[in-house]
């Protein structure tokens, strides 16, 4: 395949995803989806936090209720990812039909869901960045608590923001993999794997709060040391290590990658890329 034809089923697929997932054509659907729903995402558990320890009588730890904010705030993009690609399969084989059309074209279903992922990060970007400054005006000119947030090292929240994406567009890989397979969990999916990053992934607590043993998955999954490190580069004296974020968010892309391929290639010896019903 040529790099023109490889450029333009790339931009076409990347289109493809952008009118799909950003409903832009519908203003009020388009606020809805990519700015108040990140945005209530981002602020569930810190304002969960600060319910709680008014209720208890206990003092607000400014330092924990940042930890929470970027954590749920930056984890917009796994969201994202997981929710589109824990979706994609069924929506392409079975609502629209197209998913075999789409394999047996000279660029393939890899390079469709590449597309497809890079207009999820176009938008999630977006919907962070916006989520992000809206959550902390609201939280701390809003209601008033202090959140010691200060941009003290660019390089790292690039760094940290390219960590996060790699991790991203392994569970884009991930999830359709599975679905393509079955069609059991092609609603619940998405829930059971951003649960587990929840409970797992430092999005509200540090993993070894849970145990000891548990410190290993700190370096082992995606979201973990790329959420540290732009939440050191944000002036929060949390342990991080940006090498190893590159590295498992690396390591899970190209995983992801090979099981895909992997997946792709048994679902059609068993006929599963046009097959709708339960199963």
């Not at 399969?89 to 079975?94: G, I, K, T």
């Not at 869901?113 to 977006?126: D, E, M």
């Not at 000119?141 to 660019?154: A, D, K, Q, R, T």
């Amino acid at each position: 395949m040529d790099v023109k034809k490889l450029v333009r089923a790339l931009w076409s697929s990347a289109w493809v995803g952008w009118e799909v997932e950003s409903n832009w054509t519908e203003p009020f659907i388009f606020i809805g989806l990519q700015v108040i729903r990140p945005l209530a995402s981002t602020l569930l558990f810190p304002l969960l936090y600060l319910v709680g320890m008014n209720f208890t009588g206990q003092a607000v730890d400014p330092i924990y209720l940042s930890y929470i904010f970027v954590g749920t705030a930056f984890f917009t993009p796994y969201i994202f990812a997981a929710e589109t690609g824990g979706t994609i399969v069924s929506q392409d084989r079975e609502r629209y039909g197209v998913m075999k059309s789409i394999y047996i074209t000279t660029s393939s279903l890899s390079i469709y869901f590449l597309g497809r992922f890079l207009a999820i990060a176009g938008i999630s970007l977006f919907s962070t960045l916006s989520s992000f400054a809206a959550a902390y005006a609201l939280i701390v000119w809003g209601i008033g608590y202090s959140m010691p947030l200060v941009l003290e090292n660019l390089l790292d929240v690039f760094l940290a923001l390219g960590a996060m994406y790699i991790g991203s567009f392994a569970f884009f890989y991930i999830l359709p993999s599975i679905n393509l397979l079955t069609n059991k969990l092609q609603w619940s999916l998405t829930y059971y794997f951003l649960g587990l990053l929840y409970l797992l992934g430092d999005i509200i607590f540090p993993v070894q709060s849970l145990s000891p043993l548990a410190e290993p998955l700190a370096y082992i999954l995606p979201t973990n040391q790329a959420l540290n490190t732009l939440r050191n580069a944000l002036g929060l004296p949390t342990p991080h290590n940006t090498a190893a974020a590159y590295l498992a968010s690396i390591f899970w892309a190209a995983l992801g990658y090979f099981v895909f391929k992997r997946a792709v290639g048994r679902a059609r010896a068993k006929g599963l890329l046009d097959k709708i019903g339960w199963w």
